[in-house]
């Protein structure tokens, strides 16, 4: 089992930035790939993020590939989002998430999120 815990997340204008944090316990996060998801308001969870293991790899979707950092320090059991130049389009509920690498998708374990909010 492994619990994750959401953090940094909050009101920022357009074209600011914020770190998020993930907090892992239980099972070493160092077990698992992790990954970053959001779900704006009335849409589906999207998946933004992910990176491996040992912090290696890393993968991003495309609409956010160049403002976002996903970053990992396993001796902490912590996970960071940095987003830079947000956009309102990027104002969600924001989810960490663990899993081996191939089902990162469809992760069993799960935060409950941190909201963020980007105003114009």
């Known amino acids: 089992q492994v619990q994750l815990v959401e953090s940094g997340g909050g009101l920022v204008q357009a074209g600011g930035s914020l770190r998020l944090s993930c907090a892992a316990s239980g099972r070493t996060e160092s077990d698992y790939a992790m990954g970053w998801f959001r779900q704006p308001p009335g849409k589906e969870r999207e998946f933004l993020a992910a990176i491996s293991r040992t912090g290696v790899a890393t993968y991003y979707e495309d609409s956010v590939k160049g403002r976002f950092t996903i970053s990992r320090d396993n001796a902490k059991n912590t996970v960071h989002l940095q987003m830079n130049s947000l956009k309102t389009e990027d104002t969600a509920v924001y989810y960490c998430?663990?899993?081996?690498?191939?089902?990162?998708?469809?992760?069993?374990?799960w935060g409950k999120g941190t909201l963020v909010t980007v105003s114009s």
């Open positions: 998430a663990a899993d081996r690498w191939e089902r990162l998708m469809e992760a069993e374990y």
